[in-house]
């Protein structure tokens, strides 16, 4: 039995994400350097590394047709998400209050976009091994 979604197909697919939201934060630091939290770099870090960690954390015991157990994967990797985006969040912002709500701003639209592309992959991809 193999996995539903391979993780290095899923992992080339973050690192081009990421790189264009890189770059895209790189552009808005530049153009709007007042509006711009310093700590863009490291959200886009810290967002690279953790869905790659809880996408891992889907994919790896998903093998077969056991559908209870890509859900119970998926939900597990959602809880490990949140916690680690709550405890990255308030430790900044504990940190550094002079920038908290630009970084916080930051924060979640960057969350809101990595949220959104693993959807759209992970919907891509069954719909892909459902034909």
Do not use: H
Not at 27 to 53: G, N
Not at 63 to 69: E, I, M, P, S, V
Not at 86 to 104: C, E, G, M
Not at 109 to 118: H, M, N, R
């Amino acid at each position: 039995m193999s996995q539903k979604i391979p993780i290095k197909k899923f992992s080339f697919r973050i690192i081009v994400f990421s790189a264009v939201i890189a770059a895209l934060t790189v552009i808005f630091q530049w153009l709007c350097p007042a509006y711009a939290t310093p700590a863009l770099p490291f959200i886009v870090l810290f967002f690279f590394v953790i869905t790659l960690t809880t996408i891992y954390i889907v994919l790896r015991n998903t093998t077969g047709t056991d559908g209870r157990k890509f859900v119970s994967s998926y939900m597990l990797s959602r809880i490990i998400k949140i916690f680690s985006c709550l405890i990255f969040l308030v430790l900044y912002l504990l940190l550094n209050k002079n920038d908290s709500l630009r970084f916080a701003i930051a924060f979640l639209v960057i969350y809101f976009l990595y949220s959104i592309f693993e959807v759209v992959v992970l919907k891509k991809e069954n719909q892909d091994l459902s034909k």
